[in-house]
């Protein structure tokens, strides 16, 4: 089980690479929060048309129980709701990845011991797995659609893996 943040669905979507996010988690699971800010609030995404047509197939809207860890972890380590549920949902569903990239949310993740990918790291995968050609070029794309990536880690990136 996968569970996603907001901001990779934003990515992969902006980047027209959605459907890489199926083929390599096969299914997603997300929380209504970012259901609610990627389709219900954010319908100048390009990513709401592209959950809207994978809902119910291989994106599934997941409603977290614990709604009283949601604003305790939210409020403890300032974090958005679409992160704290996607976090709380997490350990619900006992997923084995959390697909998130705000920097506060990694951290808490990682320090909960939370399996954590970002989005140039599913990339990474990607490209692992034949499904892309060319990582740094994926890399440079989503620094232009406003990613932030520290050169140290692009570089770090591009060397581990070929870049191409």
Known sequence: MV???????????????????????????????VYEEVVLRGAAFPVREAVL??????????????TGSVGTV?????????????????GEL??????VDEQRAVRYARQSGIQ??????IYATAQKRGLIANLAEKLDNLRRV????KDE????????????
Not at 74 to 84: H, I, R, V
């Open 153 to 164: 880690d692009y570089d770090a990136i591009v060397r581990e893996l070929g870049g191409k």
């Open 116 to 121: 954590v990918a970002r989005t140039p790291m």
């Open 94 to 99: 006992d997923a084995r990845l959390l697909l």
């Open 3 to 33: 569970v996603s943040n907001s901001s990779p669905l934003v990515y992969f979507a902006a980047l027209s690479d959605f459907e890489l996010l199926r083929q390599i988690f096969r299914s997603i699971c997300i929380p209504h929060a």
């Open 53 to 66: 047509r994978a809902k119910g197939d291989w994106i599934r809207v997941v409603a977290v129980q614990d």
């Open 74 to 90: 939210a409020e403890q380590n300032k974090l958005g709701s679409g992160e704290t549920e996607a976090i709380v949902l997490y």
């Open 146 to 149: 406003g990613f932030w990536l």
